[in-house]
């Protein structure tokens, strides 16, 4: 390695990598992290460090880049002080090298790091620590053989930071993906929430066996259990929390029930059954809308108080509001291009990285943030490494 690129490691970190430190011991940059990454390439005629390049993939999605071209771009404007942080030499990779590397690295390899970066320097949780599980297909990455790439991600309710992602096999669906991407997350004492879609038998018993529990929405793809929950006599069952409010143009109301369901009800843990029941009115109108969903939890009526599920049911959609509609308005990506190799969903592993590191400082709107890092390139390592840059 250059000279000038040690530069970006501290010793300690150069002592852990010399030993062997793999991915479960996550050191104390983000570069750092990304040393650990098996580098694809054949070593006749690499000209730049996989660090490198990754490190400055990361620093221009940060600072809103959206395409190969952009990020060889934001590479090419770089002061001499910010190349020589990233390992730079004097000329930086082009558009065709930074495609190469990000067409071939392994998206589950750059995942574990960056999350396993992001987990080690997660702020401290309130009582629950819930985990929101949820599926994204990339309408761009449309592929002949397997059609729309899909993606399923697993993001933190209190802070919006992503814990991990992984590529839904083409032949088979969400559910197969829900325990690969749950094995490099710790789940001790952690609520995990997710759609009915993820109700399974399998599921339950993989989170209790992970000391981990579940908060389950139960729909018609479970209709021997819906119907078990939706006969239960919640007319006699008292209301235990109601909330109201006004907002987005709307009067809403929602009515929490829980009853105890240690025995009668056919699904792995089972200890609570919850129903909500939704009341909406354009504030234009007189006409009432109801909805009303059933849940059900392995927590107990000792452990959990019925405004904290109804916390944890509404914060479960953080997942749409915070990540993916963020990364398809701010960074565009239902219009990306990107298609060949592992590329969309390396991008897109940038991408939720970029959304965790500006929420974790502070940033409220990921768009003004990506705006804010980009007017400077010696603001993005700061993010990264937490030093001040020398940009001369």
Aim: charged content about 25%.
């Amino acid at each position: 390695m250059p000279a000038s690129a040690l530069s970006m490691i501290s010793a300690a970190a150069l002592r852990e990598t010399r030993t062997g430190r793999g991915l479960d011991d996550v050191p104390e940059d983000l570069l750092s992290a990304l040393r650990a990454i098996t580098d694809p390439r054949c070593r006749r005629g690499v000209r730049h460090q996989l660090v490198a390049v990754l490190a400055v993939a990361v620093c221009a999605v940060l600072a809103g880049a959206r395409s190969y071209v952009a990020i060889a771009e934001w590479a090419h404007d770089l002061p001499a002080g910010v190349r020589r942080r990233l390992g730079i030499e004097r000329v930086p990779p082009s558009e065709s090298a930074i495609r190469r590397v990000l067409q071939a690295v392994d998206p589950h390899l750059l995942d574990r790091a960056v999350c396993g970066w992001l987990a080690a320097r997660a702020a401290p949780a309130r009582r629950w620590r819930a985990i929101a599980v949820d599926g994204k297909s990339v309408r761009g990455a449309r592929r002949p053989d397997t059609g729309l790439m899909h993606l399923l991600a697993a993001l933190e309710h209190g802070d919006g930071v992503v814990l991990g992602q992984r590529v839904v096999d083409g032949k088979s669906n969400e559910i197969t993906a829900f325990a690969p991407l749950l094995d490099g997350i710790d789940l001790t004492d952690a609520i995990v929430t997710a759609d009915a879609l993820h109700t399974q038998r399998e599921h339950a018993d993989y989170l209790h066996g992970r000391d981990g529990h579940y908060l389950f929405i139960v729909k018609g793809n479970q209709p021997k259990l819906h119907t078990q929950l939706k006969t239960l006599p919640w007319r006699e069952i008292p209301a235990v929390d109601v909330t109201r409010g006004k907002g987005h143009g709307r009067t809403e109301s929602r009515t929490v029930k829980t009853t105890a369901v240690s025995v009668g009800i056919g699904f792995p843990h089972a200890r609570l059954a919850i129903q909500v029941t939704r009341r909406r009115r354009p504030l234009n109108s007189k006409r009432w809308r109801t909805e009303t969903i059933y849940a059900i939890t392995d927590l107990d009526q000792s452990q959990i108080r019925p405004d904290e599920i109804a916390d944890i049911i509404r914060g479960h959609w953080h997942i749409e509001n915070r990540l993916h509609w963020v990364r398809d308005v701010t960074f565009a990506e239902d219009h990306s291009q990107i298609r060949t190799g592992h590329g969309p969903a390396v991008m897109a592993v940038l991408r939720n990285l970029a959304i965790s590191v500006h929420r974790r400082h502070g940033a409220t709107n990921i768009a003004a943030a990506t705006r804010r890092t980009a007017r400077h390139p010696s603001r993005t390592l700061p993010l990264l490494l937490h030093v001040k840059i020398n940009t001369t």
